[in-house]
């Protein structure tokens, strides 16, 4: 089985400030790794995937993750944030190959002050 | 246009009365899945159908039912045996080991 840890709750940043959000996994098989966001009262929008290959995976908005198995973390980074990117941020895990579970974490609020 | 769509965006239920949330998909995709989110929560799994005619409980699927008659369509069905059915509801389709989201229906008990 899967679990994964969002150790931050909440990430106050002021605009245009780089911004770390940072998601640690156990699994006793590989992985798939995924970052989604949320706005409010909207469903997830996918920000970018770790399925194989590239252990640095850029995503939209200008966000990129990195998978690092010996730390068994997907922290996710932007160099430089908008008020826009204030939202809700969603870690999440499966076993790779055939039928696996999406383990969500509990999420981190990014909220950007101008 | 691809995606996903559900209906409806609000829904207000009584105590007692079953109610029916839509959720339909036209990205041929074979799995699909209903998750419940509550405020400062990740999402759990109530059902979930990797193909037509099947579908399995996720971890909280009591007071819960669902069809996949389609597989375009994966409708949820929250019943009066839901205690606490208050809550924010989204359906995912499934393709290349990666999960896609409807906008989510918001359920409130009065």
């Known amino acids: 089985a899967q679990s994964v840890t969002q150790l931050d709750s909440q990430v106050p940043v002021f605009e245009e400030a780089p911004v770390e959000l940072r998601c640690n996994y156990s699994s006793s098989v590989s992985v798939y790794l995924f970052w989604y966001v949320q706005y409010p009262n909207q469903g997830l929008q996918l920000l970018l995937k770790?399925?194989?290959?590239?252990?640095l995976v850029k995503g939209i908005n200008g966000f990129e993750a990195e998978f690092n198995k010996s730390q068994t973390s997907f922290h996710l980074r932007k160099p430089s944030v908008h008020i826009s990117d204030t939202a809700e941020y969603f870690c999440?895990?499966?076993?790779?190959?055939?039928?696996?579970?999406?383990?969500f974490g509990a999420g981190t609020r990014l909220a950007v002050h101008p | 246009d691809g995606g996903i769509t559900q209906s409806p965006k609000y829904l207000f239920r009584k105590e007692g009365q079953n109610v029916t949330l839509s959720c339909e998909q036209n990205?041929?995709?074979?799995?699909m899945y209903w998750y419940r989110q509550d405020p400062g929560q990740g999402l759990r799994l109530i059902y979930y159908?990797?193909?037509?005619?099947?579908?399995q409980k996720g971890d909280i699927a009591e007071g819960y039912s669902v069809s996949r008659e389609k597989k375009e369509s994966f409708p949820l069905t929250v019943t009066s045996a839901q205690k606490n059915p208050t809550a924010f509801y989204l359906c995912?389709?499934?393709?290349?080991?990666?999960?896609?989201f409807g906008p989510g229906t918001r359920l409130t008990v009065l």
């Open positions: 990205l041929n995709h074979d799995a």
């Open positions: 159908s990797q193909i037509v005619n099947d579908f």
């Open positions: 999440a895990v499966r076993g790779a190959g055939g039928y696996n579970k999406l383990i």
């Open positions: 995912a389709s499934e393709g290349g080991d990666t999960q896609y």
């Open positions: 770790y399925l194989s290959g590239s252990t």
